[in-house]
């Protein structure tokens, strides 16, 4: 299957500070690419939709202004967690379509963050 | 709104058991729907896509189902391993308005015992 990069795959960081989290996809080039949280033992949560040359679409709910999110190029997307706190913590985890709106999704192998 | 739900939600079952994992789903205009499975920590990985048009797929021991009609799919699992032991998700892309979003059920977390 394709292949979808996703760095750092953790990351520990003081409260406040800012934290970026790429997503590539190596083998093929994404329009669209989506991120996601996901809490222990939960099901993922969409947070935004990205697509390559323009803004994104957040979720209901979700910070844009907290959660920056830039597709600058058709294989790399990148998730900037602003002024990071505790609440922040999570597992984010990126995949990548192929193929458009009928083409498979796939996924980086996501990352840890914890905010102390 | 689209809906999907994974029944059971866990499975525990000896090691060389067939098994069958069910996903449903409210809204039938799919795109398609998609198979992972996810280990502790980790991301997922892509098992079987099945498009709208498409009745089955089949990988090795997997093979999948669906029933676009009746908003259902099935994940069968022959001759299982201790190493499939994992969450396994099943997600539809699609639905009325045309949403390229995934969306995803609960999941169902398998344990074969050896």
């Known amino acids: 299957g394709a292949v979808v990069s996703q760095h750092p795959s953790w990351v520990i960081c003081k409260s406040g500070t800012s934290v970026k989290i790429e997503c590539r996809s190596l083998d093929f080039q994404a329009t669209t690419m989506f991120w996601y949280r996901q809490f222990p033992k939960q099901s993922l949560m969409l947070m935004a939709t990205s697509n390559e040359g323009s803004k994104a679409t957040y979720e209901q709910g979700v910070e844009k202004d907290k959660f920056l999110i830039n597709h600058a190029s058709l294989t790399l997307s990148t998730l900037t967690v602003t002024s990071a706190h505790p609440e922040d913590s999570s597992f984010y985890i990126c995949?990548?379509?192929?193929?458009?709106?009928?083409?498979?999704?796939?996924f980086g192998e996501g990352s840890r963050l914890t905010v102390l | 709104k689209q809906e999907v739900t994974q029944i059971p939600a866990a499975l525990s079952v000896p090691e060389g058991e067939n098994l069958v994992l069910n996903c449903s789903f409210t809204d039938s205009a799919i795109y398609n729907l998609q198979w992972f499975r996810q280990d502790p920590g980790k991301g997922l990985t892509s098992l079987l896509l099945i498009q709208s048009s498409q009745r089955e797929q089949t990988s090795g021991r997997l093979n999948a189902s669906l029933d676009k009609s009746s908003g259902r799919s099935t994940l069968y699992i022959a001759a299982s391993q201790p190493g499939d032991s994992a969450t396994y998700l099943c997600a539809v892309r699609g639905g009325r308005g045309g949403s390229e979003k995934l969306v995803f059920g609960k999941g169902t977390k398998l344990t074969v015992n050896p």
């Open positions: 995949s990548a379509s192929r193929g458009g709106l009928g083409g498979e999704l796939f």
